[in-house]
């Protein structure tokens, strides 16, 4: 949720940075019902201030045998208009949040606007791999090696489903092992959260309203309303872990990481050259979060950005990293850096981790705030997050990356070791 006091104080600068999003708004509708929500606030608290004097009065008046008639008519026509008024403000209240919770994150100051064609490659690792015979698709390998059984997966859950099978199931616990034992030797604590969340923390996150459709909602018996929901990332539970504390400075930074599968409605046909694990409903992933003082923000986006790349770095893969435009940020986050991994079946690089500056913006939604040492007054934290790392598309990644021209597949060295010490998958 962005600051109400920037938006009455600097209008057009605030509508021209969302504007580096894509997102156009016009405040002055906004503006004339906030000003009038504020003066009826004030009047109503005066007249409230009133009606008890008043009546403190009247049982004084009563007792020395004064008439209290004039009073009691004025008491009348104050609680009238204290009703009517307390009406508009709670009709005003409600349209103010929902315009509020419509709008996107402002951009930071170093992000270019507009959409994907302004993002930035800022750097690349590895070469890209070249073969010298007809490479595979990761879907045609996996089937042949019996490391993933799509047929399966398709009867069981429908498309987007697959099922991990012999030594592609280790491959994934491997990739899981791997990322965890990384995280825990950079100090992040580790937590299993629930998977089935409450509506307030898609709120928090800022997934919700506007992107509720985009979750698998558990509905209430009335088949409408739904209070809960499978949690799309992790990242959704992380953020909420702290909802409505206010922490101490010397907290600071918080640094978690989860694993959970994600559940994701993906809405939408597939692209044809996304068959296999590229687009699911349902796969694994590690997510990192922190929770830090403004003034940390930078340092903690950096070391997400590190820690992901370094992750794909060590597993052999050609990968890229991508500062992302204003437009192609999430309506959340005011910065963020994709870390892209090369599938040559797509000729493409594919996103396997989203490092992303949230700002206050979260920490508003969700009223997470630290108790400034100095002043002693409470200001809102800010979150970051990053996955590291997604397996769906790092899965593909080695499988097409690593192939060779007998058909066999090279397990990465940092994974051996999960892997009963094999160094193939052949078939």
Same mark, same amino acid.
């Given at each position: 949720?962005?600051?109400?006091?920037?938006?009455?104080?600097?209008?057009?600068?605030?509508?021209?940075?969302?504007?580096?999003?894509?997102?156009?708004?016009?405040?002055?509708?906004?503006?004339?019902?906030?000003?009038?929500?504020?003066?009826?606030?004030?009047?109503?608290?005066?007249?409230?201030?009133?009606?008890?004097?008043?009546?403190?009065?009247?049982?004084?008046?009563?007792?020395?045998?004064?008439?209290?008639?004039?009073?009691?008519?004025?008491?009348?026509?104050?609680?009238?208009?204290?009703?009517?008024?307390?009406? +508009?403000?709670?009709?005003?209240?409600?349209?103010?949040?929902? !315009?509020? $919770?419509?709008?996107?994150? /402002?951009?930071? @100051? &170093?992000?270019?606007?507009?959409?994907?064609?302004?993002?930035?490659?800022?750097?690349?690792?590895?070469?890209?791999?070249?073969?010298?015979?007809?490479?595979?698709?990761?879907?045609?390998?996996?089937?042949?090696?019996?490391?993933?059984?799509?047929?399966?997966?398709?009867?069981?859950?429908?498309?987007?489903?697959?099922?991990?099978?012999?030594?592609?199931?280790?491959?994934?616990?491997?990739?899981?092992?791997?990322?965890?034992?990384?995280?825990?030797?950079?100090?992040?604590?580790?937590?299993?959260?629930?998977?089935?969340?409450?509506? +307030?923390?898609?709120?928090?996150?800022?997934?919700?309203?506007? !992107?509720? $459709?985009?979750?698998?909602? /558990?509905?209430? @018996? &009335?088949?409408?309303?739904?209070?809960?929901?499978?949690?799309?990332?992790?990242?959704?539970?992380?953020?909420?872990?702290?909802?409505?504390?206010?922490?101490?400075?010397?907290?600071?930074?918080?640094?978690?990481?989860?694993?959970?599968?994600?559940?994701?409605?993906?809405?939408?046909?597939?692209?044809?050259?996304?068959?296999?694990?590229?687009?699911?409903?349902?796969?694994?992933?590690?997510?990192?979060?922190?929770?830090?003082?403004?003034?940390?923000?930078?340092?903690?986006?950096?070391?997400?950005?590190?820690?992901?790349?370094?992750?794909?770095?060590?597993?052999?893969?050609?990968?890229?990293?991508?500062?992302?435009?204003?437009?192609?940020?999430?309506?959340?986050?005011?910065?963020?850096?994709?870390?892209?991994?090369?599938?040559?079946?797509m000729n493409d690089y594919k996103e396997v981790s989203s490092a992303?500056?949230?700002?206050?913006?979260?920490?508003?939604?969700?009223?997470?705030?630290?108790?400034?040492?100095?002043?002693?007054?409470?200001?809102?934290?800010?979150?970051?997050?990053?996955?590291?790392?997604?397996?769906?598309?790092?899965?593909?990644?080695?499988?097409?990356?690593?192939?060779?021209?007998?058909?066999?597949?090279?397990?990465?060295?940092?994974?051996?070791?999960?892997?009963?010490?094999?160094?193939?998958?052949?078939?």
């Amino acid at each position: 949720m962005l600051d109400i006091t920037l938006i009455r104080e600097q209008p057009d600068f605030v509508r021209d940075e969302l504007a580096k999003k894509g997102y156009a708004v016009d405040f002055s509708v906004f503006l004339e019902r906030d000003a009038k929500r504020r003066q009826l606030i004030y009047e109503t608290e005066r007249l409230k201030a009133e009606k008890n004097q008043t009546s403190a009065q009247i049982p004084q008046l009563k007792k020395s045998g004064q008439d209290v008639a004039p009073l009691l008519a004025r008491m009348k026509e104050i609680n009238e208009t204290i009703k009517s008024g307390d009406e +508009q403000i709670s009709h005003l209240n409600t349209v103010q949040k929902a !315009f509020l $919770d419509a709008l996107p994150n /402002l951009p930071a @100051d &170093d992000v270019l606007p507009g959409g994907k064609e302004n993002n930035q490659v800022v750097r690349s690792v590895g070469k890209r791999p070249e073969f010298s015979f007809q490479p595979q698709h990761h879907v045609d390998l996996c089937e042949r090696l019996g490391l993933i059984d799509y047929k399966s997966g398709a009867r069981l859950g429908g498309s987007g489903f697959w099922v991990y099978r012999k030594l592609g199931a280790q491959l994934e616990w491997a990739l899981l092992n791997y990322f965890i034992e990384e995280h825990l030797k950079d100090g992040y604590e580790m937590i299993l959260p629930p998977h089935i969340l409450t509506w +307030q923390c898609g709120y928090t996150a800022g997934q919700f309203p506007k !992107f509720a $459709d985009d979750v698998f909602q /558990l509905r209430q @018996d &009335d088949g409408e309303s739904f209070s809960q929901f499978i949690l799309p990332t992790a990242e959704t539970a992380l953020v909420n872990l702290h909802r409505d504390e206010i922490l101490s400075a010397d907290q600071l930074p918080l640094k978690y990481f989860a694993f959970t599968p994600c559940y994701r409605k993906e809405a939408g046909s597939y692209r044809a050259e996304e068959r296999g694990m590229i687009r699911g409903h349902q796969f694994n992933k590690i997510e990192m979060f922190q929770y830090v003082l403004p003034g940390q923000a930078d340092q903690a986006l950096q070391e997400l950005v590190d820690k992901a790349s370094r992750l794909v770095e060590n597993l052999g893969l050609h990968f890229q990293v991508s500062k992302l435009a204003a437009g192609d940020c999430s309506a959340s986050m005011r910065r963020t850096y994709d870390i892209e991994v090369w599938i040559p079946s797509m000729n493409d690089y594919k996103e396997v981790s989203s490092a992303s500056d949230a700002g206050d913006y979260q920490a508003r939604r969700g009223n997470i705030r630290y108790r400034d040492p100095a002043s002693q007054k409470p200001g809102f934290v800010h979150t970051l997050n990053a996955s590291g790392l997604a397996t769906s598309r790092i899965f593909p990644a080695i499988i097409e990356q690593f192939q060779m021209a007998d058909g066999r597949i090279a397990i990465p060295d940092v994974l051996q070791k999960w892997m009963g010490g094999i160094k193939w998958l052949e078939a």
